[in-house]
């Protein structure tokens, strides 16, 4: 490469505003570290009337025309920042044909369409870097490709949506309606673009796909993952799992359980003692725990321009300064195997469930019965608040129990008359 590194930024949203000011900024310690300039050359818009956030100076040019980033010989690597799997793909491909690496933080475009991407980089030798793509600011990708590579990882839990974290954490502290809460990440550049992807777990479980990836060396099908969001949680959950000595969370969780990837996204109740119970608003955290090194824990910002582009810089940093082939995946097959993946239902953990039920003699013993014939174990159980018109919220929690059990007790005890609302039901960590 050159003494002047040329980019090719696809997007100038939220993200490539932040790549542009971090380079403004930094630029001359980057240059002292790598001995290289930075310059981003063109950037590709939808719209390029638009007014821009950040200027990022008349040696930049805009465009609307994808093939100017690939099709241009002076640009040395192609930065996609635009989000979707259809355009953004192209891109890609075009761009790793055209002889070009890639830096992308597109965890949907990865975890869903990656696989022909990956092997097609892999082939040509070039370089398909994705830090920003998982958990914002937070270098957990080279950290798995490197700094733990020596490691077996025993199991990757974490808060992996900034969108869903800032909402259950303005719920709980601030006592915001989840509409409102979710409004205000929106304007604070946190969301995706369509945020049911942020609110029901899917940008979550996009960001795991690539950390089972980056742990095991494994395609974990999207399609297959279990994923539930936070759409369904109420304040009344938020309260009650809080005098519990909860705070609810949306959790990715993957571990190794007889070999096999057991794996999925969902809220829990995550006791407040635990650092990840105290990661609030847009951080997120990823706790790794590794058979030598042991458990270790990182957090961050998760989402915001600057946060991302320092994640996004890393990347173009590293292929600035590799020698060598550049390891995309920190595995040395092209294509990774399929994940060997555990059956969901029969995951194990403890549970919390709420039943609202009318007030009468018999109820608790009834659940309980039903738990009993399921082999789930109570631990607690206590009849929360007064009678009011649409019942009484009893709360259970339970010892760990299978996933389909779960499934089956709540199935057997909603067909009961006393049940008055669907029963709720989350894991605990
Ligand atoms: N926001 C965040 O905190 C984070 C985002 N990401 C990921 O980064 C990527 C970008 O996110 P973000 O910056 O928030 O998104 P924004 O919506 O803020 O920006 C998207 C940019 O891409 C351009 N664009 C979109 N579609 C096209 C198209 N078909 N042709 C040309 N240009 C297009 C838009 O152009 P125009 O401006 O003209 O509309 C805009 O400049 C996504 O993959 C996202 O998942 C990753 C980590 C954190
Ligand atoms: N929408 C995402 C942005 C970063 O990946 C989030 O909220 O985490």
Redesign the pocket.
């Known amino acids: 490469m050159n003494d002047v590194i040329r980019l090719g930024l ?7 505003s932040g790549v542009a000011k971090v380079i403004a900024e930094n630029g001359e310690l980057i240059r002292r570290r790598t001995g290289k300039r930075l310059h981003i050359k063109t950037v ?4 390029l009337t ?1 007014a821009r956030a950040f200027d990022p100076g008349q040696e930049t040019s805009f465009t ?1 025309d ?1 093939s100017r980033l690939w099709a241009d010989p002076e640009i040395d690597i192609v930065v996609e ?4 799997t259809t ?1 953004a793909y192209d891109i890609i491909e075009a761009s790793l044909n055209a002889g070009k690496h890639v830096v992308t ?4 475009l990865l975890a869903e369409r990656g696989r022909p991407l990956f092997q097609l980089a892999g082939e040509k030798g070039l370089g398909l870097y994705y830090e ?2 998982v958990a ?1 600011g937070i270098p957990i990708v080279q950290t798995l490709k490197e700094s733990l590579a020596a490691n077996r990882i025993e199991k990757i839990v974490g808060i992996l949506n ?1 969108t869903a974290n800032y909402v259950l954490s303005e719920m709980t502290t601030s006592n915001l309606e989840f509409e409102t809460a979710l409004e205000q990440a929106k304007l604070l ?2 969301a ?2 369509d945020p049911t992807l942020d609110i029901e777990g899917i940008d979550a479980a996009h960001k795991l796909i690539m950390l089972i990836r980056l742990a095991y060396g494994a395609h974990y099908p999207f399609e297959q993952l279990p994923v539930t969001g936070i759409s369904g949680v109420t304040s009344e959950d938020i309260r009650l799992v809080y005098e519990f000595g909860y705070r609810l969370k949306l959790i990715g969780q993957a571990r190794e359980v007889d070999g096999k990837i057991e794996a999925g996204v969902f809220p829990a109740l995550v006791k407040y003692t635990y650092l990840l119970a105290r990661v609030g608003g847009n951080y997120n955290a990823v706790r790794v725990e590794a058979n030598a090194a042991g458990p270790l824990m990182f957090s961050g910002q998760g ?2 321009g600057l946060p ?1 582009g320092s994640a996004v810089l890393a990347d173009i940093l590293s292929l600035v300064k590799c020698c060598g082939k550049p390891d995309n995946t920190g595995f040395t097959e092209i294509a990774l195997p399929d994940a060997d993946i555990l059956d969901p239902d029969l995951a194990v953990a403890e549970h919390y469930f709420r039943f609202t039920v009318a007030d009468r003699p018999g109820v608790m013993a009834a659940i309980a019965g039903v738990m009993g014939e399921l082999n789930i174990s109570i631990a607690q159980a206590v009849q929360k608040g007064a009678p009011s018109g649409r019942g009484v919220p009893i709360v259970f929690l339970t010892h760990a129990a299978r996933t389909c059990d779960v499934h089956e007790a709540v199935r057997r005890i909603d067909a009961q008359d006393f049940i008055e609302a669907p029963t709720v039901h989350y894991r605990i960590l």
């Open positions: 696809a997007g100038f949203g939220t993200v490539g590709l818009v939808r719209n638009k609307s994808p920042l635009m989000g979707g355009t933080a597109n965890k949907a920003a793509s914002g900034g550049g946190y995706e673009a989402a915001g991302t």
